[in-house]
T-cell receptor
Framework: QKEVEQNSGPLSVPEGAIASLNCTYS??????FFWYRQYSGKSPELIMFIYSNGDKEDGRFTAQLNKASQYVSLLIRDSQPSDSATYLC????????????FGPGTRLSVLP | DADVTQTPRNRITKTGKRIMLECSQTKGHDRMYWYRQDPGLGLRLIYY???????NKGEISDGYSVSRQAQAKFSLSLESAIPNQTALYFC??????????????FGPGTRLTVL
């Protein structure tokens, strides 16, 4: 069974702090990993993707991937109230028609 | 103009009615998807299509059907709506020619309520 797990939250952090969002997946055939941000009632929008072990940075965001531990994370530095949203982890599976399996999302609240 | 559009944006209907949700895209992508989102459950795949003649069931296809009328259009139908189909529905597209690193692009969503 293909599973992607995330803590549902809410995760609360003060403005300016680092928010750390975690995702684990069950299928070792997973190829690439995507982080989406979703504001309430809106559609998901891509933050970044990663497919190699290690870190990938884009502005205030850093994705970290550890395939041996089947773990991917997203760090948000200098968190802002506008970062308050639900963050979805998605895993691209080669044996699932290259389709995505989404985690349930983590709700982040950045407190002013 | 939005690259991926969905109509209607909101719909309230009654149990047993037939409902069609429509999705159009101008991105020129081959792959299109229908998802539903329920609180605490994330996005679940209903149907997907890799081209006009290639349509596949997702994990929760029971009670739904689809039609890929053209590369740019992908419709989702609920033949006889029931209350537990009340959810937020998203259409998505994906280029799919770049291996696993292409993202999916989502439409604005359709909020469906079945009474």
């Amino acid at each position: 069974q293909k599973e992607v797990e995330q803590n549902s939250g809410p995760l609360s952090v003060p403005e300016g702090a680092i928010a750390s969002l975690n995702c684990t997946y069950s299928d070792r055939g997973s190829q690439s990993f995507f982080w989406y941000r979703q504001y309430s009632g809106k559609s998901p929008e891509l933050i970044m993707f990663i497919y190699s072990n290690g870190d990938k940075e884009d502005g205030r965001f850093t994705a970290q991937l550890n395939k041996a531990s089947q773990y991917v994370s997203l760090l948000i530095r200098d968190s802002q109230p506008s970062d308050s949203a639900t963050y979805l982890c998605a895993v691209n599976l080669a044996d699932y028609g290259q389709n995505f399996v989404f985690g349930p999302g983590t709700r982040l609240s950045v407190l002013p | 103009d939005a690259d991926v559009t969905q109509t209607p944006r909101n719909r309230i209907t009654k149990t047993g009615k037939r409902i069609m949700l429509e999705c159009s895209q101008t991105k020129g992508h081959d792959r299109m998807y229908w998802y539903r989102q329920d609180p605490g459950l994330g996005l679940r795949l209903i149907y997907y299509s890799f081209d006009v003649k290639d349509i596949n069931k997702g994990e929760i296809s029971d009670g739904y059907s689809v039609s890929r009328q053209a590369q740019a259009k992908f419709s989702l139908s609920l033949e006889s709506a029931i209350p537990n189909q009340t959810a937020l529905y998203f259409c998505a597209t994906r280029r799919g020619r770049n291996g696993g690193t292409d993202t999916q692009y989502f439409g604005p969503g359709t909020r469906l309520t079945v009474l």
